[in-house]
């Protein structure tokens, strides 16, 4: 078969949760097929609408067996209708298309691209970019299946920019949609996809690759002894992420404990600098982005992993401190109660409830053997139910259904 992923970003960018599903699915796919990643020019996040931002010179390589096609981001367009739009909601007004266009990356090339391809199979991700509604377009006009990840966050605050027409005629028109978890499944019906169409399958992991890792490496790399805790969030350090919320729960965290470090990856937002001048940690180390080995090496180091974020689907991290018997934190937010099992492979507490956080962090420090059985149960699903050799199949079968028509 001759698939083509449609996707924001790619390597060498530093990848977000669906970007990787897309790697992931991209190269699990490519053993047995032709395999080919259309995504955009930006390294950046914000280089989808400034021009000034980095992006990346190679417009096409071959990467992991995977050919990867990158097209420029029209800035004339995008930029302004990002303008546009910000300025629209800053005063209330909703226009659905320009609200579409304002998302970005904006490359309409890839538009003409597909509809002159010969791809057998076309799978976007992830909303509520525009890509995903370009690559919709030319599908429908070529006559190709197509097969969309939305990663609704499924949270009240949040999911209000997934509200549009246009991109309700995405899901709609699709051959199939695959969820992440039964809770988006029901919002994506509601909004009148045929319950048919709609495929529940979790993010996955490659567990096999998370067994070689050393936490020992990660603490003398960064000066922490045997003896430190290490309380672990990687993501974007935003609000909704639950990350300043994070940073105010370790201040508690820290007058119970004198051993306790965070440690935060993840870019950072004008919201976390300002809360982290304003609280008082006695420890923190502070990374503003890691892959690769050192990042397997830092799951394995921490005791405790912390996210409790309303703006997910799935989250992937979860699976990766899981792959490392690590306990997590999560809020009680959107899907997260079908990801993560209160008591048996994690803990939540309600979005942005400070004390509840700084309370479930302290009951893992304090008891080791409840980390160890969370963290173990945690383990015992990625190799059951999360390992790419499984998901991977369960996608193949959504493939094949969506091509035989």
């Keep these: 078969m001759d698939i083509a992923y449609v996707v924001q970003r790619y390597l060498p960018a530093p990848l977000s949760g669906s970007e990787r599903y897309i790697q992931h699915l991209a190269e699990y796919f490519s053993r047995k097929n032709a395999v080919t990643v ?17 992006r990346i010179p190679v417009k096409m390589e071959i990467n992991n067996r995977v050919r990867v096609v990158r097209f420029h981001v029209n800035y004339g367009v995008g930029s302004s209708f990002f303008a546009l739009g910000y300025f629209l909601r800053s005063i209330g007004v909703k226009i659905d298309f320009v609200n579409l266009l304002s998302q970005g990356p ?12 010969d791809y057998e199979l076309v799978h976007a991700t992830s909303f509520p970019l525009v890509h995903v509604w370009l690559a919709w377009l030319s599908c429908k006009k070529a006559d190709i299946p197509l097969i969309i990840t939305p990663f609704i966050h499924v949270d009240e605050e949040v999911s209000s920019r997934y509200c549009n027409r246009h991109l309700f005629s ?30 529940v399958v979790p993010m996955g992991i490659d567990a096999k ?3 070689i890792c050393s936490g020992d490496r990660f603490r003398e790399k960064h000066g922490l002894s045997d003896e430190e805790l290490i309380v672990l969030f990687v993501g974007a350090k935003r609000y909704d992420k639950g990350a300043v919320h994070l940073l105010k729960a370790m201040e508690i965290v820290q007058k119970r404990f004198k051993n306790v470090v965070l440690v935060a990856a993840g870019p950072r937002r004008k919201e976390w600098i300002r809360v982290r001048e304003a609280v008082k940690l006695e420890r923190i180390i502070d990374l503003e982005w890691i892959d690769g080995q050192e990042k397997m090496d830092m799951f394995d180091a921490c005791d405790v992993f912390v996210m409790p974020s309303r703006a997910d689907s799935f989250g992937i991290v979860y699976l990766e401190a ?4 690590k306990p997590v934190v999560a809020a009680k937010a959107g899907a997260m109660p079908d990801v993560i099992r209160h008591g048996v492979d994690g803990m939540l507490v309600e979005f942005g409830d400070v004390k509840g956080i700084a309370d479930a962090i302290t009951s893992l420090l304090r008891d080791e053997g409840l980390r160890e059985r969370l963290g173990d149960a945690g383990r015992r699903r990625v190799v059951e139910e999360h390992d790419w050799s499984i998901i991977g199949e369960k996608i193949k079968e959504v493939y094949e259904k969506a091509v035989k028509g």
Aim: charge should be positive; avoid cysteine; hydrophobic fraction near 45%.
């Design 38 to 54: 259309l995504t955009s020019d930006a390294y950046d996040w914000n280089a989808f609408w400034n021009p000034f931002k980095r």
């Design 106 to 117: 904006f490359m309409p090339a890839v538009f003409f691209h597909i509809l002159g391809s």
């Design 170 to 199: 995405v899901l709609k028109g699709s051959n199939a949609v695959i969820a992440m978890t039964e809770t988006e499944k029901k919002w994506i019906i509601s909004w009148g996809v045929k319950p048919e169409r709609v495929h």
């Design 209 to 211: 690759r998370w067994r």
């Design 322 to 325: 899981w792959a490392r018997g």
